[in-house]
Structures are given as C-alpha cells and as structure tokens.
C-alpha cells in the first residue's frame, strides 16, 4: 500500500521482462524499490518467444536457468526452406556456451518465472497502478500514481531513480520528449496460435520463403500449439479475415505441403513492426530500458533478451550507487556502453528484416539461392551464431574496461577487457566441479587469480583484497608458490578457463556482476590491480 509523501529510492515503472529483471537484480542486491504497472496482472499473450543463449546465461547468474529451460523447448537446429526443398540448417551446437541452443517459451511463462523469483526474494509488484505525471525537483522526482482499481484514487510519492520499462509506448520518454528515431515497416505481420498437424518435429524451428513473403514457425512448450509468424507483403488484411481458412491457405501456399492440417486456434492477430530507438538512455536520474529506448522488428529475436541486458547493466550499477560505494557517475556508463549495441542490433535486425522480407525478385534469388546457402556452411555459422545469440556483444571500449598486458599479449590475444566471461570450470578442493558462472550467482564482482607454474604469488594476498570483490584463487595443480594456507584462500583447480582466457601463464581477471571482464591482466600484480578499481570510479577506492 502507497501513503502519501512516501519515499521510495528507485521507481520501477512496467513489470515486463526487462522491469522484472531489474528487480530481481535489485532485490537480490536488497535495494529498496517499487515496481508498479497498469495490468491487473502478467500478461497471458505470448509475444516474444525466443530465449538467445545469452539470455540464459543470464537466467544462470540468477539461479534459475533450470526454471527456464524446464518450461521451454530446447532447438538445436533452425531449418530454411523453398517450398518443399530444404536449403540450410544452422546448428547451435558450434557455439562456445553451456547452452548451445535456442527457447522456445512463451513470454509470458518467462514473466511467470521473473516473479515468482522476485516474490522469493521478497519482491513484489503494485498491479493496477499507473504512473500518471512526474516532475524533477532538485535530487528527487515527484510522482503521481493512480490506482485504477480504487475510483482513480492517486498517490504523490517520491523518488532518488525513476526507470521507465514501459514498452515502445513509454508514457515516460513522451513527458522527457527523448525522440524515437526511426520508422515503421509498411509490411503487416501476421502472428497466430494454433496446432499444425505434419511430421515436423516440435524441437526445431523453421521458416520458408516464398515471393508472396516469409513464413515462420516454432512449436510452443506446454501445449500443442506453434507459433506462426508471417511477412503478408503488400496484401491488405482485415481482423474478421483472420481465421483458420487463412492460415490453411497460407501454410498450402508458402510451405508446398498441401495435406498439412490447421485446427485449434487460440490465438491470431496482425501488427505492424517498428524500427527504433532513442538517442539517449537517459534524463537526470530518469532511464530508459528495453522497448522504451529500442524495438526490433521481430526476426531474429532479439528485442525481449536486449532489454533483460539492459536491465542487467543498470541493476548493478544502480545498487553500487545507492550503497554509497560508487560515485554517480558510474550511472552515466549505462548509455555509453548500451546505446551503441542497442544501435549495432537495431542495424542488423533492420538488415535482416529488408532481405527476409523483400518483394523485390532478384533480392529474393540472392538471398534464396546464395545468402541462405552460405549461412548454412558449418564455418560461417561458427562467426554468425555467436552474434545472432548475442554471445559476441561487448563493452572492450568502455570507460570501465582495462587492459594491463605485455605488448605481444596485447597485439595477439583474442580476450580483452569488455568481452564477455568465456563458460569454464572451475573444480574445488572437495573434487566438486561447478560452472565459474555459478560464481555469478550472489550478484558481486569475481577476480580470478590464476596461478601457473610459471608465476608466483606475492606474498602478501590482501594486495588483492577489495570488501565489494570475492577473489577465487585458480591453479593449473593444487599446488601453488609460495605454499598458502588452504583454509584462508580454497584453491580452485580448472581444466579449461586457462585456455579459454588465453592466460598460459596465469593473471587477473576481474568480473562484473553482468558477466563482463573489467580488469584482464596476464601479470599478478596488486598495485596495478588497485590502482585500476581507484582511477576507473566503478568501485569505491580502499
């Protein structure tokens, strides 16, 4: 229950997946916050169904990947067609990740696993709340709030952080007056619920071109509906056409199997898609965060898992500034380092969606005949999945990002500060193997002191040492020079993350609660180390 004048820190407004995200993050950094919405509850239409592979590792920094993938359809596999004639297979299986694969899970199962994660870490949601007017004053917004259920009855509140996840339609970037650059496809797109009876399996996705348009399908977990999903080109459509009949026509026409059968249709409608995004994340102590700062057309999936890492971003740094234990200006990196990758992705789905959905004939021999065939080839699929699943997203040019290596590691090694944190295992001293993103899990920094051979400790640990950081010693053996005590620093074993941080000879790798190296050193050397987390503002100096 709101009272009026009550103080809140940070206002959480839209209870999606990105506003979700962001306040387990906060709950789980036990941040005080409130998130409100209009519904009466989580939504019950499907929407967004894809879950990329970085997604999921995000759901494992959050401890409940299992949760996610129990009520999903794990695809391998995506299948191109003309008509009946198969062009190209991706396989995920050749990316580097513990979950080489695609969800297929319904959004709002994945809101329903936000929650219920959020009430257990003591969370909840104000329903059929609406924020209906803020102002800025000096270092607090002003917030009136109206309850929808309650004759309108309205609240005035206030807060330090105010963080619209509204959706596309923000009613908060309209009040900022923040731009929505971009534009609107004159293509509708056609999206249904409904059972298909053919011999396709329900673990693979698929999608067939065809002049008319694009069509796409995807088995839904949980019932025996698929989603499908089609370009309708220049074709007028009208909501009382929108039927079985339609769809059987639609899948005999575009797929060339003309015995398939459609029944059992719980869901259809059309939309038109946009293309946009906002120049600035942010106004003061006001953000912007998924759809409220950029929506994608819908090919390629990748709008929802955008805005869960922009929540992400924001949560961590949002806590260690309230906590006291950065400056405010950490804030400020959350649209220096979100807004060009909101920008690179918005460009590539832009891309993606002209070809896919072109009407132009000699674009659709080149994109059927070449471009489909070459994604298909195994070597180009090792470059292309890891983009498409966001798994190659990075941060190498932001302010919070330092490289300290010899010149020849410098020119020559594939890792650099930014990059996202390779998947490895870590074994400890009782023989159990766990993944290092389980390390992830409590929502702090990690550093990785990895120890070869051929280096050696100082002496003294504390040069290591930071009250906000959990440092994990990592050995090639269980041995290490000089000998320490196992009881004051757990020597971690490892058969992979040597390799995979291209660190032969050991160093310093320091991990932000995202996911992301801030610190890559192939040295052991403390002073550099805390000299590093003084100058670059994101942690509190000692």
Not at 150 to 165: D, E, G, K, R, T
Not at 454 to 460: E, F, G, Q, R, V
Request: aromatic share 10%; hydrophobic share 35%; net charge positive.
């Amino acid at each position: 229950m709101l009272n009026h004048l009550s103080h809140i820190p940070i206002v959480i407004v839209g209870a999606g997946p990105t506003g979700l995200t962001l306040a387990c993050c906060l709950a789980k950094r036990k941040v005080p916050f409130l998130i409100l919405d209009k519904k009466p509850g989580l939504s019950q239409i499907t929407k967004a169904i894809g879950i990329q592979p970085r997604t999921i590792e995000y759901f494992q920094f959050m401890g409940i990947e299992q949760k996610l993938l129990d009520q999903s359809i794990i695809t391998q596999h995506t299948n191109m067609f003309v008509g009946t004639k198969r062009l190209a297979q991706t396989n995920y299986q050749v990316i580097q990740t513990p979950f080489p694969y695609l969800l297929s899970i319904p959004q709002f199962t994945t809101e329903q696993i936000l929650y219920d994660h959020l009430q257990n870490l003591g969370g909840t949601i104000l329903f059929n709340h609406e924020l209906s007017h803020f102002e800025v004053q000096k270092d607090k917004i002003h917030l009136t709030i109206n309850n929808t259920q309650s004759n309108n009855s309205s609240y005035q509140i206030s807060s330090q952080y105010l963080i619209s996840c509204e959706g596309a339609r923000s009613s908060i970037r309209k009040q900022l007056q923040i731009p929505f650059f971009g534009l609107t496809y004159k293509t509708p797109f056609l999206f249904a619920d409904v059972d298909i009876d053919w011999s396709l399996s329900r673990q693979e996705m698929y999608g067939w071109f065809h002049k008319d348009g694009l069509l796409a399908t995807a088995a839904m977990p949980n019932t025996s509906n698929w989603k499908l999903f089609a370009d309708m080109g220049s074709q007028n459509l009208n909501r009382k056409d929108l039927n079985l009949a339609l769809l059987q026509k639609l899948i005999h026409k575009r797929t060339g199997l003309k015995e398939v059968k459609v029944h059992n249709l719980t869901w259809i409608d059309y939309f038109t898609v946009n293309h946009r995004m906002v120049n600035r994340y942010r106004a003061g102590n006001i953000f912007l965060a998924g759809d409220a700062a950029h929506i994608h057309s819908p090919l390629g999936g990748q709008g929802m898992n955008m805005g869960i890492q922009d929540a992400f971003n924001l949560a961590w740094k949002l806590a260690k500034v309230y906590k006291k234990e950065s400056p405010p200006n950490l804030l400020d990196t959350y649209e220096t380092e979100r807004l060009p990758i909101a920008k690179q992705i918005l460009q590539r789905t832009h891309f993606s969606t002209k070809i896919l959905t072109s009407q132009y004939r000699l674009l659709q021999f080149f994109r059927d005949q070449m471009m489909t065939r070459i994604l298909g080839l195994k070597m180009v699929q090792k470059r292309w999945l890891p983009v498409t699943s966001q798994l190659k997203l990075d941060y190498r040019k932001s302010t919070l990002s330092k490289n300290q290596l010899s010149f020849s590691k410098q020119l020559l090694s594939r890792i650099k500060a930014g990059d996202r944190l390779p998947s490895g295992t870590l074994v400890s001293p009782n023989q159990q193997a766990v993944s290092i993103y389980k390390c992830l899990e409590g929502g702090e920094f990690i550093l990785l002191i990895l120890c070869s051979t051929n280096t050696k400790l100082p002496n003294d640990l504390s040069v290591f040492h930071h009250p906000s950081i959990s440092p994990i010693l990592i050995s090639k053996t269980s041995q290490i020079s000089p000998p320490i005590n196992p009881n004051d620093h757990p020597i971690y074993t490892t058969p992979d993350l040597f390799q995979k941080l291209h660190l032969p000879n050991g160093g310093l790798c320091l991990i932000r609660p995202d996911g992301y190296i801030a610190y890559y050193s192939d040295q052991l050397d403390g002073s550099a180390y805390q000299a590093f987390l003084s100058q670059n503002y994101f942690i509190k100096p000692i």
